[in-house]
């Protein structure tokens, strides 16, 4: 997911936060989209210049996650560049130790979170979509069960202090699901790396980055 904040960075994250609702949105209705149709909603952010202009932010770290970064076998693959919105994640605080929030937002139709690979010319193309809920929050909202998405329970991400890896990635605990609609995924749709997507030209990607 996304990777620690600066202290600068940070101040970024609760200014993003104080223009947006930072308090979250509700779960999705019963009836869910299909995979079509969540395309058909998010087509759009192949432009990454509209995710900027409808509120997405890219991750402040501009990191491109790999399985290798949280100890997984390098064969599992890429998660990408993350381009998130402050307020559908509802976040509330900046890694103190960890990124926190309130956000219950479960709509595929409006992801909360972008998933782009840097491209050699320094451009970003859209891989996935993401959607993120912070434990605390949704079994406040009386939620028993971890939210699903046709069918598929979201990921349970939480911190094990008995390693040396930071299995959440620097965020409290968490549900998270990806979506791989613009690259095929071989281990799976609904899987969290995608050995399809490389961070090869992410290097230049920073030097001529979007955003």
């Excluded at 690979?117 to 028993?144: K, M, R, Y």
């Amino acid at each position: 997911m996304i990777r620690p904040v600066s202290h600068r960075a940070a101040c970024t994250l609760l200014v993003c936060c104080s223009l947006g609702a930072c308090a979250g949105s509700t779960p999705a209705a019963d009836s869910e989209p299909s995979l079509e149709a969540v395309r058909n909603a998010t087509e759009r952010f192949r432009d990454v210049n509209v995710a900027l202009a409808e509120g997405y932010i890219r991750d402040p770290m501009n990191m491109c996650e790999t399985a290798e970064m949280v100890g997984r076998p390098a064969e599992y693959g890429v998660m990408g560049v993350h381009y998130f919105r402050p307020d559908l994640l509802g976040i509330t605080a900046p890694p103190n130790p960890r990124v926190d929030g309130t956000g219950t937002h479960t709509d595929f139709l409006q992801p909360a979170v972008l998933l782009y690979e840097p491209q050699a010319d320094g451009t970003l193309e859209l891989i996935g979509v993401e959607n993120l809920v912070f434990i605390q929050a949704w079994e406040a909202a009386g939620h028993s069960d971890p939210p699903s998405f046709q069918g598929q329970v979201f990921n349970r991400m939480v911190d094990d202090p008995g390693t040396d890896l930071d299995e959440a990635h620097m965020f409290a605990p968490h549900y998270d699901l990806h979506v791989w609609l613009y690259r095929e995924n071989p281990r799976g749709t609904f899987e969290q790396f995608n050995p399809n997507v490389s961070c090869e030209h992410h290097q230049v990607a920073t030097a001529n980055r979007q955003g």
